[in-house]
T-cell receptor, first 109, second 114 residues
Framework: SQQGEEDPQALSIQEGENATMNCSYKTSINNLQWYRQNSGRGLVHLILIRSNEREKHSGRLRVTLDTSKKSSSLLITASRAADTASYFC?????????WGAGTKLIIKP | DVKVTQSSRYLVKRTGEKVFLECVQD?????MFWYRQDPGLGLRLIYF???????EKGDIPEGYSVSREKKERFSLILESASTNQTSMYLC?????????????FGPGTRLTVL
């Protein structure tokens, strides 16, 4: 069952701009995670935010979580060509992760 | 460097064939997962395992089975491959004792069933 839904489905921006992706989910969570997938490859964990946290930073990544709205956002600042990838949110449920369909991000040179 | 490896990157099989996809992790993780990924649908869990010889059905187990005889190895079996099983298959592992549920993924196997 799909829990998270990312928005937008696709995003194309110029290199150097900021990229924002959103994720909405349906049930209560312990944590929410963001992953990146480069073209046709496995996923790589980016950042995790717990249900009692509202904001978290890691390098150029900033994640927010609003449990009252059941939503999260991922902000990538000063985008680079290497950020071109698909980004997925996943919410935990008893040691399983429930995934959204992803946002495809394209960074134009 | 931690690693999850999958036996093949690309695989082409015929309808009705029995297909084995193998996954090996070197992190001594208790949990292992098999997902399939299709465009627009994200990742869907097929089966997972908490321990050797243990398995649990995920969201879409029909047409699949799994085997976990050793802690580091988790195999996905398509008993009789069908064209609607053409997909990207991703294996992942995580630590039962980990503080968070971060999953580590293999590179994926793109399976085509003709």
């Amino acid at each position: 069952s799909q829990q998270g839904e990312e928005d937008p489905q696709a995003l194309s921006i110029q290199e150097g701009e900021n990229a924002t992706m959103n994720c909405s989910y349906k049930t209560s969570i312990n944590n929410l995670q963001w992953y990146r997938q480069n073209s046709g490859r496995g996923l790589v964990h980016l950042i995790l935010i717990r249900s009692n946290e509202r904001e978290k930073h890691s390098g150029r990544l900033r994640v927010t979580l609003d449990t009252s709205k059941k939503s999260s956002s991922l902000l990538i600042t000063a985008s680079r060509a290497a950020d071109t990838a698909s980004y997925f949110c996943a919410t935990d449920s008893n040691y399983q992760l429930i995934w959204g369909a992803g946002t495809k991000l394209i960074i134009k040179p | 460097d931690v690693k999850v490896t999958q036996s093949s990157r690309y695989l082409v099989k015929r309808t009705g064939e029995k297909v084995f996809l193998e996954c090996v992790q070197d992190m001594d993780h208790e949990n292992m997962f098999w997902y399939r990924q299709d465009p627009g649908l994200g990742l869907r869990l097929i089966y997972f395992s908490y321990d050797v010889k243990m398995k649990e059905k995920g969201d879409i187990p029909e047409g699949y089975s799994v085997s976990r005889e050793k802690k580091e190895r988790f195999s996905l079996i398509l008993e009789s491959a069908s064209t609607n099983q053409t997909s990207m298959y991703l294996c992942a592992s995580s630590s039962f004792w980990g503080r968070d549920d971060e999953q580590f993924f293999g590179p994926g196997t793109r399976l085509t069933v003709l």
